[in-house]
């Protein structure tokens, strides 16, 4: 069973920066699937943000990109989101989540992966 906790959510004023943080336990080889950054503001469904595949390549959602930078320390099986040049449109619920489960996409990002965390809350003041 793979457990993933997020952390680093927090408020922050447009053109700042945060680092989201998602720890992985409960499975020896969950840095090795392919996990991602999910985000769900009031009132809109989940979208995926970014995705990191076992051999490093990523994906990003067109309104991150050039923002924000996925990225996985193996050893310390902790996944990254690196957020800069915030702004209040990326205010949201972010999930962490590993084990993609199908190929279906929506704008180019994977949408079903197997393990979720609870999620942090960012929220970016004008």
């Known amino acids: 069973q793979v457990q993933l906790v997020e952390s680093g959510g927090g408020s922050v004023q447009a053109g700042g920066s945060l680092r989201l943080s998602c720890a992985a336990s409960?499975?020896?080889?969950?840095?090795?699937?392919?996990m991602g950054w999910f985000r769900q503001a009031p009132g809109k469904e989940r979208e995926g943000v970014a995705t990191?595949?076992?051999?490093?390549?990523?994906r990003y959602a067109e309104s991150v990109k050039g923002r924000f930078t996925i990225s996985k320390d193996n050893p310390k099986k902790t996944l990254y989101l690196q957020m800069n040049s915030l702004k209040p449109e990326d205010t949201a619920m972010y999930y962490c989540?590993?084990?993609?489960?199908?190929?279906?996409?929506?704008?180019?990002?994977?949408?079903?992966?197997?393990?979720w965390g609870q999620g942090t809350q960012v929220i970016v003041s004008p």
């Open positions: 989540a590993a084990g993609r489960s199908s190929t279906r996409e929506v704008n180019g990002m994977w949408t079903d992966f197997r393990y």
């Open positions: 409960g499975y020896t080889y969950t840095m090795d699937y392919t």
């Open positions: 990191i595949v076992n051999d490093g390549s990523t």
